[in-house]
């Protein structure tokens, strides 16, 4: 199918004024799953340029907070109940960080993390799951007993492994095709609910 830049939903947020695409993705998944609760403290990973950071600012309200990471900058203003770290989370130094930051209670962990896109199929889903395996590593330090995860990943061969994985520390695993996702991208979105510590 033809790549087509300006579908819908980027006519949309630029008409709204949002940061990227990438917001209504996370707005039918909070839409379909309530996801994210008012006061929540919410990791958002791989937040930049920022649309996700926007919403979930609104959805945990003045008495939530997010903290974001990335390896890039945002390209917007971080809202008031927000924070940033530029940095990789690959590395040790970033987790340490959030730990920090987060006082000991992460409500709700998301990560809209990519890999750099190589083009070659079996790479990048391979790459998409080593990312999506580090999210699972932090939710396991940091989200509380209860919480919540919602991950994408490119899926391949690792795929139905992830599935598994996850179905051990979470009560309840959706897999999801968000409709603002890109009619020629294969990226999913999983949703695990109820973390079991
Ligand atoms: C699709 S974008 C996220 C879009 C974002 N959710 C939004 O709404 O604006 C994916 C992001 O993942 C980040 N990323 C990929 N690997 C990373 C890593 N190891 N550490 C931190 N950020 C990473 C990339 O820099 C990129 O900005």
């Known amino acids: 199918m033809a ?38 403290i919410v990791l958002d990973l791989g937040c930049a340029p920022g649309g996700w950071m926007q919403e979930l600012s ?12 990335d390896l890039l900058p945002l390209k917007i203003e971080p809202p008031k109940n927000c924070s940033f ?12 960080k959030i730990q920090l930051m987060a006082s000991g209670r992460v409500d709700v962990v998301v990560s809209d993390m990519s890999p750099n896109i190589s083009g070659i199929a079996f790479a990048d889903a391979y790459r998409s799951y080593e990312v999506a395996m580090l999210a699972l590593e932090i939710c396991r330090k940091l989200l509380k007993e209860g919480g919540n995860f ?17 179905k051990i520390h979470f009560k309840k695993v959706s897999t999801i095709v968000p409709e603002a996702t890109r009619k020629t991208s294969s990226e999913r979105y999983l949703i695990a609910l109820n973390f079991k510590s």
Do not use: C, N
């Open 3 to 40: 790549y087509k830049r300006k579908d819908h939903f980027y006519k949309k947020a630029k008409r709204e004024k949002k940061a990227s695409r990438a917001v209504y993705k996370l707005d039918e998944l909070q839409r379909r799953f309530k996801l994210v609760q008012k006061g929540d």
């Open 58 to 69: 609104k959805m945990v309200g003045t008495k939530g907070r997010i903290i974001g990471i």
């Open 85 to 96: 770290i530029q940095g990789d989370l690959e590395d040790e130094h970033p987790t340490t």
């Open 150 to 166: 919602v991950v994408k990943i490119f899926p391949g061969q690792e795929f139905e492994e992830y599935v598994r994985i996850l």
